[in-house]
T-cell receptor, first 113, second 114 residues
Framework: NAGVTQTPKFQVLKTGQSMTLQCAQDMNHEYMSWYRQDPGMGLRLIHYSVGAGITDQGEVPNGYNVSRSTTEDFPLRLLSAAPSQTSVYFC????????????FGDGTRLSIL | AQSVSQHNHHVILSEAASLELGCNYS??????LFWYVQYPGQHLQLLLKYFSGDPLVKGIKGFEAEFIKSKFSFNLRKPSVQWSDTAEYFCAVNFNNAGNMLTFGGGTRLMVKP
């Protein structure tokens, strides 16, 4: 059982480039989300989805797009990368219900030059 | 605004010392509470969670946490730490008016000296 799979693990981009971070889960979880982790700030929610075809903004959505065409996949797109987006990105999934814990992927370390 | 605070950013302990990491939140309604651990180079893993019932919850690896509603706190404890507990610890809260969203504290980086 793979759980939550993120690719790539590392990426270096130049300012202005675009890219997509991939996230896939095989647990049939309804809820998926993207976080960024920055030193001293914990994890901040970028976007989330409560099911296929439904997405919504989190705490820090600017500069990022998401889509959820299937239950399994939840890609995160950087439209025009900026140095402020240098961070570690985590994808997570969970069953519906507020008392269900999140399952996290291994993270993508992204550097924007 | 609803928030989660972890006041200890860095903690250094010797093996066998006792651990208590603070977590406070700002919200007067119903909450679900979580502690996650992130070992170096790894993803976040669930340590323990509280939804209702006994306010003292026990998690994996000898960790426990106590929910004190009057203090809006959910502190993490371990009686005797080991070198392998070196990690970053995150408190997270699901506020009842926020659907499935989790709000994380800033994290506490624990170093245990052998």
């Amino acid at each position: 059982n793979a759980g939550v799979t993120q690719t790539p693990k590392f990426q270096v981009l130049k300012t202005g480039q675009s890219m997509t971070l991939q996230c896939a889960q095989d647990m049939n979880h309804e809820y998926m989300s993207w976080y960024r982790q920055d030193p001293g700030m914990g994890l901040r929610l970028i976007h989330y989805s409560v099911g296929a075809g439904i997405t919504d903004q989190g705490e820090v959505p600017n500069g990022y797009n998401v889509s959820r065409s299937t239950t399994e996949d939840f890609p995160l797109r950087l439209l025009s990368a900026a140095p402020s987006q240098t961070s570690v990105y985590f994808c997570a999934s969970k069953k519906g219900g507020t008392n269900q814990p999140q399952h996290f992927g291994d993270g993508t370390r992204l550097s924007i030059l | 605004a609803q928030s989660v605070s972890q006041h200890n950013h860095h903690v250094i302990l010797s093996e066998a010392a006792s651990l208590e990491l603070g977590c406070n939140y700002s919200y007067g309604g119903t909450v679900n509470l979580f502690w996650y651990v992130q070992y170096p180079g790894q993803h976040l893993q669930l340590l323990l969670k509280y939804f209702s019932g006994d306010p003292l919850v026990k998690g994996i690896k000898g960790f426990e946490a106590e929910f004190i509603k009057s203090k809006f706190s959910f502190n993490l404890r371990k009686p005797s730490v080991q070198w392998s507990d070196t990690a970053e610890y995150f408190c997270a809260v699901n506020f009842n008016n926020a659907g499935n969203m989790l709000t994380f504290g800033g994290g506490t980086r624990l170093m245990v000296k052998p």
